[in-house]
């Protein structure tokens, strides 16, 4: 079992659409969990960045961690064709030296 | 955001020679440094991590004689890919890490670099 599970897609919406990306994890000590954007043949990009449980939210984006269910969510709201990307999400704990894991990627797609 | 720059974008090369990729942190200390590499429609692979002033460790199955790696100080790391063959055409790309409370817990990403090995 990977220590972090994401579904690679490919996810393909509408424009306007709410999209949900998602991510499990089987380490309970991750206690930073990170959302990035990686445009085709370009390097990741931090897109949300949370601390333990809770939200947070910035824009049209919303991260969610839930880490009873070891958990986290990324919300993209009114999503547009540039929102075309994939998405990675990737987590870490200070035990370990902050090594942080990554998720496969789920690619997603917004359809004008 | 805190940026990271690689350098060369982009290089093609013979089979045979070597190859020098840049990475910089512009506006923060990169304390540690990580290679990964791309291939397409795939997920980042872990090269190898580095320390200012240490040697690298590498993953399993990372040839370190192959890649080298040098991070000698805080807003510089290079890898350079040794006689580079078409099998090591690929997108690398680097990331860095500040050291300080605070700012250990998450990467920050280069543009990549793409190698092409004739």
């Known amino acids: 079992q990977k220590e972090v599970e994401q579904d690679p897609g490919p996810l393909s919406v509408p424009e306007g659409a709410i999209v949900s990306l998602n991510c499990t994890y089987s380490n309970s000590a991750f206690q930073y969990f990170m959302w990035y954007r990686q445009y085709s043949r370009k390097g990741p990009e931090l897109l949300m960045y949370?601390?333990?449980?809770g939200n947070k939210e910035d824009g049209r984006f919303t991260a969610q961690v839930d880490k009873s269910s070891k958990y986290i969510s990324l919300f993209i709201r009114d999503s547009q064709p540039s929102d075309s990307a994939t998405y990675l999400c990737a987590m870490s704990a200070d035990t370990g030296g902050f090594k942080t894991i990554f998720g496969a990627g789920t690619r997603l797609f917004v359809k004008a | 955001g805190a940026v990271v720059s690689q350098h060369p974008s982009r290089v093609i090369c013979k089979s045979g020679t070597s190859v020098k990729i840049e990475c910089r942190s512009l506006?923060?200390?990169?304390?540690?440094m990580f290679w990964y590499r791309q291939f397409p429609k795939q997920s980042l692979m872990l090269m190898a991590t580095s320390n200012e002033g240490s040697k690298a460790t590498y993953e399993q199955g990372v040839e370190k004689d192959k890649f080298l790696i040098n991070h000698a100080s805080l807003t510089l790391s290079t890898l350079t890919v040794t006689s580079a063959h078409p099998e090591d055409s690929s997108f690398y790309i680097c990331s860095g890490r500040g050291g300080l409370a605070g700012d250990q817990e998450t990467q920050y990403f280069g543009p990549g670099t793409r190698l092409l090995v004739l």
């Open positions: 506006d923060f200390q990169a304390t540690t």
């Open positions: 949370t601390y333990s449980s």
